[in-house]
């Protein structure tokens, strides 16, 4: 085998992982399919490019030349919603959304049918071309100016911007000067009609709070005039400063009682003997007359008995007789002591019981005082409160009054001025010195990449819509099946082929020897040789190149040395037979089938080495079923002990069983895709069929893919021929077998 550094099949992707493995897919187009599609169709998109700006060119032309405009514009201030105020440099801020609101209003005021109709009778416009070519229809030349006429806020400002479009350049900036005078006007008229009815409303409002003032002032005076308290409306509350003495008195004079109380209970529950005699009430006892005689004549006794003892002895008659009488004085002295000591327990005991009796009374009279100024203070209170309540009252009508009467004079002000709108013609429209439409500028490179989208977009929209299998990357993505070739489009070809079905033979130097090749190299390589040795060509529907790439890989392998045998299983159109004359369908696979014969007997040897053939022998009527019997299996297992290779060439997929059949006995498939006419459902149904009876999929084979700009084999196919030597592309370097039809060029069986 001639392997080439350069070749077609670098780029065709192997299966990764097991055989019959799903392949990656990608999700919708990628920046490289979006590319593949741009240089394909490359031409198309040129051709609607060009087409689109020749029309965009003769439109504009056209127009130019029959149906050109002029727009005039003027812009308009909208300065505030609020009317001027005579004599305020204080003007309150205006929110950006309501005063967006605002110039809203005023953009439907200027396109309003009472706007409008008084502008068409205005003598400026009615002496336009305009007018006067629609001046029978009024009705339909106002619905014309309410459509021509464009009224847009300048953004993020306060202007608006007023323009109108005709055929003349004189008329546009007479109708557009027109429609503002009399949307000025109307707007000053409804400005000064508003105010007017604002005065005379908040007049009579004013009139009606001054008479409500003037009566709640009156009743603040005969209020205060029956108030019989002086000075309490001034604030001098002589109640209330009476009632605060008396409060803090009677709270005095109650804790004053308490104490009196306890000193009372205290003295009266003990005796004379109890009693601490204090200092005070010692003194007390002894100034009494009685006390103070008794002690004066226990002390003279005292002092006569010292002066006797300092001549006599102690126990002296004399001196025993002071000192009875010593003894019986301080008696006497010690029980009048006691007696005076009860004396004053009593007079204690009274005082206290009266102090407390003074307290408890006097109590009692600065609670009734107490009482009495309290529902004196309560009265003032409830007089003071409807005194404060009219003096509110008072207080909010005069400030409602003042702001009525302000508000009055403002509004009579504002009448009187020039103007009470703030909304300003900043300028007036001018000719226009082009024309608005049509503009060269604008269409011209508008048409043009206009041309360029529809270009762009139609090719997309049939890459969408074409569903067909085109590439071996619409394999891998949509029926996800690993690719283990492509054979480009005959047609293609720079070297000549009579029968592409042989070209592994007749033409080896050519793009499809090259590319079965490199099927067979991916084939070998992707299992075991052991579990590859049978193999069924199929493809899911008719004429998509089934015996073509049997007997080329048949071929292939047969010049790699290995021993094959190709099978024509398909006994609905058996074909094989027809690419090798010495070959005869009266005896072969069907015979085998019965068990009529063996394989020994009916395979036929052909020119090649190492290639034998089993044609498909009389048309059985139940293939299915002979297929499906154990003669078949027996066939293989024979077939291998001869063969290192048996290819099978079967019948559609999708059309009849017997390929589904033959997919559960060999090793492998390979299915068959002719580029451009098998679908991408057709192709998935086929393998869904073949993976439902646990068929294994080696991998597809993208069959007469076709050069395309941006495609597979462009460069590929020039490069490969490139790398070829000359001579070896002139001549053969192989005898030609002989067959049939030598003129017949198809990739079809």
């Known amino acids: 085998m001639t392997t080439m550094p350069v070749s077609l099949q670098e780029r065709i992707p192997l299966a990764i992982g097991g055989p019959g493995g799903p392949a990656p897919t990608g999700a919708g187009l990628n920046v490289g399919d979006i590319i593949r599609i741009l240089k394909q169709r490359i031409f198309l998109i040129l051709f609607v490019w060009f087409g689109v700006t020749v029309i965009a060119v003769g439109l504009t032309w056209w127009f130019d030349r029959n149906w050109s ?127 007017r009815r604002d005065w005379e409303y908040y007049r009579t409002q004013t009139a009606t709070k001054l008479s409500q003032l003037r009566s709640r002032r009156e009743d603040k005076a005969k209020f205060v005039e029956s108030f019989r308290t002086p000075g309490v409306t001034e604030g001098l509350n002589v109640v209330g400063e009476t009632f605060r003495t008396l409060s803090e008195a009677v709270t005095k004079l109650e804790a004053e009682k308490l104490q009196f109380k306890a000193a009372y209970e205290n003295l009266k529950g003990l005796t004379p003997d109890q009693i601490a005699v204090s200092p005070q009430m010692q003194q007390l006892i002894q100034q009494d007359p009685q006390v103070y005689s008794l002690t004066n004549q226990l002390v003279g006794l005292q002092q006569a008995r010292d002066v006797l003892m300092q001549r006599v002895a102690p ?145 997309l929209l049939l890459e969408l819509i074409d569903t067909s299998i085109r590439t071996s990357r619409d394999i891998a993505r949509h029926v996800h099946v690993p690719i283990l070739g492509t054979v480009p489009d005959v047609d293609d070809e720079e070297v000549q082929i009579d029968q592409v079905e042989l070209a592994s033979r007749t033409a080896p130097r050519s793009m499809v020897a090259e590319a079965f090749r490199t099927i067979r190299t991916n084939l070998l390589l992707s299992a075991p040789a052991e579990r590859q040795r ?173 050069v395309a700009r941006g495609g597979y084999f462009r460069e590929q196919i020039r490069s490969y021929y490139e790398y070829q030597p000359e001579a070896s592309l002139t001549s053969a370097s192989m005898p030609i077998l002989p067959s049939q039809n030598k003129d017949e060029r198809s990739n079809n069986a």
């Open 69 to 195: 405009w002029y727009r005039a514009t003027s812009i308009v201030l909208v300065e505030s919603p609020n009317p001027k105020v005579p004599m305020s440099f204080n003007e309150p801020m205006i929110q950006v959304e309501l005063m967006d609101r605002w110039v809203a209003d005023q953009i439907v005021r200027v396109t309003s049918d009472n706007v409008l109709q008084e502008a068409l009778k205005s003598l400026d416009i009615m002496q336009t071309d305009w007018y006067q070519a629609g001046k029978d229809d009024v009705g339909e030349l106002l619905d014309d100016m309410k459509d021509t006429l464009k009224v847009v806020q300048v953004p993020n400002t306060n202007f608006m911007a007023v323009s109108f479009s005709t055929k003349s350049p004189e008329d546009a900036p007479r109708v557009v000067n027109g429609v503002i005078q009399k949307y000025l006007v109307d707007l000053e008229a409804t400005g000064k009609s508003a105010l």
């Open 315 to 459: 126990n002296h008659r004399e001196v025993r007789q002071l000192e009875a009488s010593i003894a019986s004085t301080q008696a006497k002295l010690a029980e009048l002591q006691l007696a005076k000591e009860k004396e004053v327990l009593d007079y204690q005991l009274k005082s206290a019981e009266q102090a407390y009796l003074n307290a408890t009374q006097a109590e009692f009279q600065l609670r009734e005082r107490l009482e009495s100024q309290e529902a004196m203070q309560a009265d003032i209170d409830r007089k003071m409160a409807e005194y404060r309540s009219i003096e509110e009252d008072v207080a909010m009508l005069e400030e409602e009054y003042s702001q009525l009467n302000q508000f009055t004079g403002q509004l009579g002000l504002m009448q009187a001025g020039e103007s009470v709108s703030r909304v300003h013609q900043i300028g007036t429209a001018q000719k226009p010195r082009k024309k608005s439409f049509p503009r060269w500028e604008v269409n011209l490179p508008a048409g043009s990449v206009f041309g360029l989208i529809c270009g762009v977009g139609l090719a």
């Open 534 to 706: 049978t193999v069924l060509i199929a493809s899911a529907r008719p004429e998509e190149g089934r015996t073509t790439v049997a007997i080329n890989l048949a071929l292939s392998l047969a010049l790699n040395g290995r021993r094959v045998l190709l099978v024509d299983a398909n006994f609905h159109r058996p074909a094989v037979q027809r690419f090798f004359p010495n070959t005869s369908s009266a005896r072969g696979l069907s015979n085998i089938l019965i068990g009529q014969s063996q394989l020994a007997e009916v395979a036929v040897a052909t020119d090649l080495p190492n290639l034998d053939t089993l044609p498909s022998g009389p048309i059985p009527p139940n293939p299915t079923e002979l297929l499906a019997g154990a003669y078949l299996r027996k066939m293989i297992v024979d077939g291998q002990d001869r063969y290192d290779q048996i290819i099978f060439d079967g019948p559609p997929v999708l059309l009849v069983s017997d390929s589904l059949v033959l997919a559960g006995v060999v090793d492998g498939v390979i299915m068959v895709c002719r580029a451009k006419t098998t679908s991408r459902g057709v192709a998935m149904r086929g393998r869904e069929q073949l993976e439902r009876v646990n068929g294994r999929l080696f991998g597809a084979v993208l069959n007469a893919a076709q």
